[in-house]
Antibody, heavy 124, light 107 residues
Framework: QVQLQESGPGLVKPSETLSLTCTVS????????WSWIRQPAGKGLEWIGR???????NYNPSLKSRVTMSVDTSKNQFSLKLSSVTAADTAVYYC??????????????????WGQGTMVTVSS | DIQMTQSPSSLSASVGDRVTITCQAS??????LNWYQQKPGKAPKLLIY???NLETGVPSRFSGSGSGTDFTFTISSLQPEDIATYYC?????????FGQGTKVEIK
């Protein structure tokens, strides 16, 4: 069964770049959308953006100027970079598979598989 | 962005009670809505997709309904393992947006 695992530094200094990688195991990364979602402590979920395995991306406009996503199909990995971080970027970061199914009568699009999440703290 | 508003923000109910959570979208999203369950310290888990379809392996006491702007999530008989925060999420438009969450506790 497909599993996702986030990895990267747990502590990032203000103004620097947060870099996380999500490794997909138990299945192929190809032909899916892959999303990043974050959650500050005690708060709700915020979608950061997604990448298709072709490299096509969609970003949340609220973060677009600072976000870059990439995919490495040879390693079954996709990555997130968030630049110029501040304390407001402190959160648990999740990677998730964004499963899109289009049929004659319906469109389904849901985050059906999630990583366990990784806590990133922005602090000097 | 489409705003998703859940109510209530929290609720307390007894084991066996019927629990209902509502989610309202700021514009018509057809049936493009999902529901997730998040237990403390864990990642969210998909329960309902396309407003009313039960994800494989999810107990049948969970259900969803609605279309347009108004949606409902129901637990027909609350169990102790259902203690969690529940989120709705729309996929009609980008960016994807979530409700603020409803925390369900046992009375």
């Amino acid at each position: 069964q497909v599993q996702l695992q986030e990895s990267g530094p747990g502590l990032v200094k203000p103004s620097e770049t947060l870099s996380l990688t999500c490794t997909v195991s138990g299945g192929s990364i190809s032909s899916y959308y892959w999303s990043w979602i974050r959650q500050p402590a005690g708060k709700g979920l915020e979608w950061i953006g997604r990448i298709y395995t072709s490299g096509s991306t969609n970003y949340n406009p609220s973060l677009k100027s600072r976000v870059t996503m990439s995919v490495d199909t040879s390693k079954n990995q996709f990555s997130l970079k968030l630049s110029s971080v501040t304390a407001a970027d402190t959160a648990v970061y999740y990677c998730a598979r964004d499963l899109v199914r289009i049929t004659m009568i319906s469109l389904e699009d849901a985050f059906d598989i999630w990583g366990q999440g990784t806590m990133v703290t922005v602090s000097s | 962005d489409i705003q998703m508003t859940q109510s209530p923000s929290s609720l307390s109910a007894s084991v066996g009670d019927r629990v209902t959570i509502t989610c309202q979208a700021s514009q018509d999203i057809s049936n493009y809505l999902n529901w997730y369950q998040q237990k403390p310290g864990k990642a969210p888990k998909l329960l309902i997709y396309d407003a009313s379809n039960l994800e494989t392996g999810v107990p049948s006491r969970f259900s969803g309904s609605g279309s347009g702007t108004d949606f409902t999530f129901t637990i027909s008989s609350l169990q102790p393992e259902d203690i969690a925060t529940y989120y709705c999420q729309q996929y009609d438009n980008l960016p994807r947006t979530f409700g603020q969450g409803t925390k369900v506790e046992i009375k």
